[in-house]
């Protein structure tokens, strides 16, 4: 987790055709644990929900609400679909209140669920409950919540997070499930899941809410990461714990949403 340091400003904000003037952002001066000049990045836009801003609301709304505020109700959405490959990918997509003809041309292609407010007062992240997960047609039973108030897991996506990041119990025993004639390992220096490189498993994730569950299966290709980097045959596991996740018990990073095309529909309160 890291932490910056700065002023409060404000500026005209462009995004293709959209403007929002005096918008409020931070003019950070000083950084700590988020590397982001290593990664070629220069900020952060975060397009989770106006409680968890680290900016007081008094300063101003968040660019998520004031870029949507001019839609109706219908179309105050993003909507964004993540490309295959690790380097610029021509099929990658982002839009706000509108669809990308070239992925979908009507809402009625989307399969819509309620978010959760799970563990707090108010809308904070896009989090969705998490049923359970299939691998290889049997299903596997995810442990209890660690998430205050629910029955059920809390997944939560996030564009931010490479990896699909869940509980070690959950995780440990996953990687045992899968396992066939030593095809997957736990590094010993790395304290990562490995599998081997040409082993396919299909695994899926049932999420929603009771009675209106769907399942999201991952690309197998997603599971033996071969972009985490390999060696003698073994590839990082798409998989992978951490008990650190304080806002849900499941991270769903890009490994998880390039499965499909999400559209996140602002809720109007």
Known sequence: M???RGTIAFETIRIGHLEVSSQVFALVHEIQGLAL???GNSGILGLSFPSIASIPLSAGSSLLENILSPFDEQNRFFAFKLGRSSLQDASSSFSFGELDPAIASDLSMFWF??????GADAYNYWKLPLRSLRINNTTFSVSLPLVPGTTTQIAVLDTGTTL???PTRDVDAFWRTVDNEGATRKNKMTGLWEVRCDRGISVSFLLGDQGHEHPFPINPADINWKDGGEGEGWCMGGVQANDGVNSGDWLLGDVF???CTSLTVLPAE
């Open 2 to 4: 890291g932490s910056v």
């Open 37 to 39: 000049s290593s990664t």
């Open 113 to 118: 669920m309620p978010v959760s407010k799970a």
């Open 164 to 166: 699909i990041l869940g």
């Open 257 to 259: 949403l390039r499965v």
